[in-house]
């Protein structure tokens, strides 16, 4: 019934930015705790941020806080995390979730992207 699309990733040098981008449909968007979570290769899918519904409260992991905010824009449906000084730790696939609860547990949201590939070299 939701619908979550993530866009924006590629191929960026250290220290460079990228903004990702999550185009929900199929459901209130406004009412979803949205969220971004990362897998590296070889490594556990892990919680990287989130926002309330509203947008007015966020929490960050502390590998990239400071360094990814994450925001929406509910009259478009859309998530967004600016990702800068991007390291080269940041490599992985990026994923959207929305979920109901305030928590940073991947069990807890029901709605996932296909993924965006971000890669970052030397």
């Known amino acids: 019934q939701v619908q979550l699309v993530e866009s924006g990733g590629g191929l960026v040098q250290a220290g460079g930015s990228l903004r990702l981008s999550c185009a929900a449909s199929g459901g209130t968007f406004s009412s979803y705790v949205m969220g971004w979570f990362r897998q590296a290769p070889g490594k556990e899918r892990e919680f990287v941020a989130r926002i309330t519904g509203s947008g007015g409260g966020t929490s960050y992991a502390d590998s990239v806080k400071g360094r990814f905010p994450i925001s929406r824009d509910n009259a478009k449906n859309t998530v967004y995390l600016r990702m800068s000084s991007l390291k080269l730790g940041d490599t992985a696939v990026y994923y959207c979730?929305?979920?109901?609860?305030?928590?940073?547990?991947?069990?807890?949201?029901?709605?996932w992207g296909q993924g965006t590939q971000v890669t970052v070299s030397a």
């Open positions: 979730a929305g979920g109901r609860v305030w928590v940073a547990a991947m069990s807890e949201y029901s709605y």
